[in-house]
């Protein structure tokens, strides 16, 4: 008799504090901005366009999502002795250089050698800053093929160095000067004549540049035949008929007799990198995800009156486009936090797997806790039963909509006969109790 007058006496304080929360508000369809299904979506749509536009502005993320500035991109190729796209420091000597420019023309149909060397610039007026220069030969245009870069590189003497400056060193040190283009300034002493002005996202290969210096042939050749540098350069049509392989393998043989290997990545695939790197991880985050939460949405008996075939696929494409606000988010947040570490790559990977698996256990999580109906968040959660009982009643804790279309209950232990949450709906009975008092009134 005590347990039957509990349940009623809880009941009765159950149904007043709903009556009561129901009036507090004049829409109740919408009782809270979080609960609402349109809310969700438009705090996700801004979160996902705030994460974009700061990659915008991060140099380094905008390089990867603007498009490619090189004609036929993937034939041009980094060569490199371990094979990566991403080479911390320049691995070909200008004498293998050479020796590949006299005995690769079956591999390679044009390839130059550059360095990234720090240089003291005069920009005049007494004025001293130090820049790092990309140092190549005129060959270093004619294999990127990039529109973005001035097509006229001689000189009147045709033998002093050509500079081309980056937008933000002509903004910040030259004033914007709309006549630069023919000016005279020092290099390291040198004379060197500015023949344009490039945007930062020109570049796409190794080696950051605030200005390139380009020098005729005789004064490359100059240079020791160990100096260290990169090589870029464009692959035979022939071995890049294949659109799947961004990657080829070069086989050379030394003069000891030994076979040196080195690898030809191409720049596509250097600017693809990022977000192979987030594809990674997020399969990795979908592999762990059974391992750290429970996968099934719920039992939603058929109801011919509540569940129609409209209310259904408004459910699933409200999960699914949930998924697909998050993807982005997570993607565009990890390069943003990556660009403030110097191991970039295992940041990045390290914060895109753990965002992609909290998010994915929070979309799983939001669905569960929605009436199948009106997709609001359903509230008042109640205990029901006691866990000495667990195998002969029901035990577990029970949400209801207040809207009124339903309880749901959630187990407090699963069992065999109860394994997951189960959906039960509300007949026309009980639509009195979840009218505002306004219209009960009436």
Same mark, same amino acid.
């Given at each position: 008799?005590?347990?039957?007058?509990?349940?009623?006496?809880?009941?009765?304080?159950?149904?007043?504090?709903?009556?009561?929360?129901?009036?507090?508000?004049?829409?109740y369809?919408?009782?809270?901005?979080?609960?609402? +299904?349109?809310?969700?979506?438009?705090?996700? @749509?801004?979160?996902?366009?705030?994460?974009?536009?700061?990659?915008?502005?991060?140099? &380094?993320?905008?390089?990867?999502?603007?498009?490619?500035?090189?004609?036929?991109?993937?034939?041009?190729?980094?060569?490199?002795?371990?094979?990566?796209?991403?080479?911390?420091?320049?691995?070909?000597?200008?004498?293998?250089?050479?020796?590949?420019? /006299?005995?690769?023309?079956?591999?390679?149909?044009?390839?130059?050698f550059?360095?990234?060397?720090?240089?003291r610039?005069?920009?005049?007026?007494?004025?001293?800053?130090?820049?790092?220069?990309?140092?190549?030969?005129?060959?270093?245009?004619?294999?990127?093929?990039?529109?973005d870069?001035?097509?006229?590189?001689?000189?009147?003497?045709?033998v002093?160095?050509?500079?081309?400056?980056?937008?933000a060193?002509?903004?910040?040190?030259?004033?914007?000067?709309?006549?630069?283009?023919?000016?005279?300034?020092?290099?390291?002493?040198?004379?060197?004549?500015?023949?344009?002005?490039?945007s930062?996202?020109?570049?796409?290969?190794?080696?950051?540049?605030?200005?390139?210096?380009?020098?005729?042939?005789?004064?490359?050749?100059?240079?020791?035949?160990?100096?260290?540098?990169?090589?870029?350069?464009?692959m035979? +049509?022939?071995?890049?008929?294949?659109?799947?392989?961004?990657?080829?393998?070069?086989?050379?043989?030394?003069?000891?007799?030994?076979?040196?290997?080195?690898?030809?990545?191409?720049?596509?695939?250097?600017?693809?990198?990022?977000?192979?790197l987030?594809?990674?991880?997020?399969?990795?985050?979908?592999?762990? @995800?059974?391992?750290?939460?429970?996968?099934p @949405?719920?039992?939603?008996?058929?109801?011919?009156?509540?569940?129609?075939?409209?209310?259904?696929?408004?459910?699933?494409?409200?999960?699914?486009?949930?998924?697909?606000?998050?993807?982005?988010?997570?993607?565009?947040?990890?390069?943003?936090?990556?660009?403030?570490?110097s191991?970039? /790559?295992?940041?990045q990977l390290?914060?895109?797997?753990?965002?992609?698996?909290?998010?994915?256990?929070?979309v799983?999580?939001?669905?569960?806790r929605?009436? +199948?109906?009106? @997709?609001e968040?359903?509230?008042? +959660?109640?205990?029901?039963?006691?866990?000495?009982?667990?195998?002969?009643?029901?035990?577990?804790?029970?949400?209801?909509?207040?809207?009124?279309?339903?309880?749901?209950?959630?187990?407090?232990?699963?069992?065999?006969?109860?394994?997951?949450?189960?959906?039960?709906?509300?007949? &026309?009975s009980?639509?009195?109790?979840?009218?505002?008092?306004?219209?009960?009134?009436?």
């Amino acid at each position: 008799m005590r347990t039957t007058a509990a349940f009623v006496a809880g009941a009765f304080q159950d149904a007043y504090l709903l009556r009561k929360d129901l009036g507090q508000a004049p829409e109740y369809r919408t009782h809270t901005l979080a609960s609402s +299904p349109v809310i969700c979506l438009l705090i996700l @749509l801004v979160a996902a366009a705030g994460s974009l536009g700061i990659a915008f502005l991060i140099p &380094a993320v905008r390089v990867s999502l603007l498009p490619e500035p090189y004609s036929d991109a993937r034939s041009l190729v980094i060569v490199s002795r371990d094979g990566s796209s991403h080479t911390p420091a320049p691995s070909i000597t200008l004498g293998e250089f050479r020796y590949w420019q /006299q005995a690769a023309q079956k591999v390679f149909s044009d390839l130059t050698f550059y360095q990234v060397v720090r240089k003291r610039l005069h920009p005049g007026h007494g004025a001293e800053i130090e820049i790092s220069v990309i140092r190549g030969s005129d060959g270093l245009l004619s294999v990127l093929q990039a529109s973005d870069f001035p097509a006229r590189l001689r000189t009147a003497d045709d033998v002093s160095p050509r500079l081309i400056l980056s937008r933000a060193i002509w903004r910040e040190y030259f004033h914007a000067d709309p006549h630069i283009v023919g000016r005279t300034v020092f290099v390291m002493g040198e004379r060197a004549t500015i023949i344009g002005v490039v945007s930062a996202e020109a570049w796409r290969l190794p080696g950051k540049a605030d200005a390139w210096l380009l020098e005729n042939d005789s004064r490359v050749k100059s240079l020791a035949p160990s100096a260290m540098g990169y090589v870029a350069a464009r692959m035979q +049509p022939s071995l890049t008929r294949d659109t799947s392989e961004n990657r080829w393998h070069m086989s050379v043989p030394q003069k000891d007799g030994d076979i040196d290997g080195f690898g030809c990545v191409s720049v596509n695939r250097y600017d693809r990198e990022p977000f192979v790197l987030f594809a990674f991880a997020a399969l990795l985050a979908l592999l762990a @995800l059974p391992a750290t939460t429970s996968l099934p @949405l719920g039992e939603y008996p058929y109801n011919p009156h509540q569940q129609s075939l409209s209310l259904r696929l408004r459910r699933w494409l409200f999960f699914t486009a949930k998924i697909a606000l998050i993807v982005p988010l997570v993607c565009f947040a990890s390069l943003d936090v990556a660009q403030l570490f110097s191991d970039a /790559q295992s940041v990045q990977l390290f914060v895109a797997f753990g965002g992609m698996l909290a998010s994915l256990r929070w979309v799983l999580r939001d669905q569960r806790r929605r009436c +199948p109906v009106c @997709l609001e968040i359903l509230r008042h +959660p109640v205990h029901v039963g006691q866990p000495s009982r667990n195998f002969l009643a029901w035990n577990g804790t029970e949400l209801i909509c207040v809207v009124g279309h339903g309880f749901l209950h959630v187990p407090e232990l699963p069992t065999s006969w109860f394994a997951t949450q189960r959906w039960l709906y509300l007949d &026309a009975s009980w639509h009195s109790l979840f009218r505002p008092p306004e219209v009960a009134r009436t």
